[in-house]
């Protein structure tokens, strides 16, 4: 079997020039951050017991969730999975005074950061008991993640774009995704199965280690005990063109922006034309050899012309499996 592979800590050239396209993980990139030593389900409890998070359909005051965590049965229990929690807790997040956490360093660039406050849903709190966790699914819009453990441990096992996942159904435009309602089902049906794929790479990331998920690949993640864990969407440079063609050509499975951005590939490619043109144009250029077009203007790239199969207006939806609450409204929400 495959394990992921593990580091102390990368640069952003190793990663850049060699690991972009792998999972692995870091095992010593987040000790800096302020939570990792102040950040236990007990301490969080204490100071914010009646601020209300999200956990899947409904929204708890943390006290209540923790209750909720420390006595229930349940098969698959709730995930407490929250995209605002920064707001509600009060917390700065990059780097500076008084910040509770920032992005690794070895990731480099986050190119959606062009985006200001018009970028999509992209970090989130996740809270579970043991058991609970997030059955296979892909990363939203093409991007690529980080997942940090705080407390616990997470057993992760993951499959490259290309793959067939046992147990995953998916349709051929690849918006629908069907599987087993629940993780201890894919396990007990599917999983010795899967693990004999060559393809497959499976670990444990633990409290102070830090996860990198690239774009497009599938993944399950269930708790092996109760556990914090911070996580956040990116783009790096080399993952680019997979998210300018998710926003391009699967638009009406782009998720997570706000309802006044009517059409993301747009808005990202005029900010991407501004601050990066050339990596602009390197990337199209790729998104053309890919798809066998000859490449076109800037005014077509960004929709300002007809182009066949291409669709500048945005719809609802989810890029691969998604978990999504609410509708389509603003409060809708994704377990990464």
């Known amino acids: 079997m495959n394990q992921i592979r593990r580091f102390e800590d990368l640069s952003y050239d190793e990663f850049a020039e060699k690991w972009s396209n792998t999972p692995f993980v870091l095992t010593r990139a987040i000790q800096p951050w302020p939570v990792t030593k102040q950040w236990t389900i007990d301490e969080l409890l204490l100071k914010y017991p009646e601020v209300e998070?999200?956990?899947?359909?409904?929204?708890?005051?943390?006290?209540?969730?923790?209750?909720?965590?420390?006595n229930s049965q349940d098969e698959s229990p709730l995930y407490l999975f929250d995209r605002r929690f920064a707001?509600?807790?009060?917390?700065k997040v990059g780097k500076g005074e008084d910040t509770a956490y920032w992005r690794p360093d070895c990731f480099g660039p986050d190119l959606f950061e062009l985006l200001g406050d018009e970028r999509p849903a992209h970090r989130w709190l996740i809270?579970?008991?043991?058991?609970?966790?997030?059955?296979?699914?892909?990363?939203?819009?093409?991007?690529?993640?980080?997942?940090?453990?705080?407390?616990?441990?997470?057993?992760?096992?993951?499959?490259?774009?290309?793959?067939?996942?046992?147990?995953?159904?998916?349709?051929?435009?690849?918006?629908?995704?069907?599987?087993?309602?629940?993780?201890?089902?894919?396990?007990l049906e599917f999983h010795a199965e899967a693990r004999q794929l060559p393809e497959c790479v499976e670990g444990i990331c633990r409290a102070g280690e830090i996860l990198h998920v690239?774009?497009?690949?599938?993944?399950?993640?269930?708790?092996?005990?109760?556990?914090?864990?911070?996580?956040?969407?990116?783009?790096?440079?080399?993952?680019?063109?997979?998210v300018l063609s998710f926003l391009r050509d699967r638009a009406d499975q782009v998720t997570g922006f706000k309802r006044e951005v009517s059409?993301?590939?747009?808005?990202?490619?005029?900010?991407?034309?501004?601050?990066?043109p050339d990596l602009l144009q390197e990337a199209q250029e790729e998104l053309e050899r890919k798809n066998g077009r000859k490449k076109r203007?800037?005014?077509l790239a960004i929709g300002h012309g007809e182009d066949e199969g291409e669709s500048t207006s945005r719809g609802g939806?989810?890029?691969?499996?998604?978990?999504?609450?609410?509708?389509?409204?603003?409060?809708?929400?994704e377990i990464p």
């Not at 707001?87 to 917390?91: N, T």
């Not at 939806?317 to 929400?333: K, L, P, Q, R």
């Open 297 to 299: 203007t800037w005014d």
């Open 87 to 91: 707001e509600k807790m009060g917390l």
């Open 127 to 187: 809270i579970g008991p043991e058991r609970s966790g997030s059955t296979f699914h892909k990363d939203p819009n093409g991007t690529s993640a980080w997942n940090a453990v705080i407390q616990g441990a997470k057993y992760w096992i993951m499959f490259p774009p290309s793959v067939d996942v046992p147990g995953v159904y998916v349709s051929r435009d690849n918006s629908e995704v069907t599987s087993p309602l629940s993780i201890p089902e894919w396990l």
């Open 317 to 333: 939806g989810g890029g691969g499996f998604t978990f999504g609450f609410g509708a389509g409204s603003d409060d809708e929400d």
């Open 263 to 276: 059409d993301p590939y747009r808005l990202f490619a005029e900010r991407l034309e501004r601050q990066y």
């Open 214 to 242: 690239p774009s497009g690949w599938w993944h399950l993640v269930v708790n092996l005990e109760d556990g914090i864990a911070l996580t956040q969407n990116f783009v790096p440079k080399a993952h680019l063109g997979e």
């Open 53 to 70: 998070f999200r956990a899947e359909a409904v929204d708890w005051p943390f006290s209540t969730y923790c209750q909720y965590m420390r």
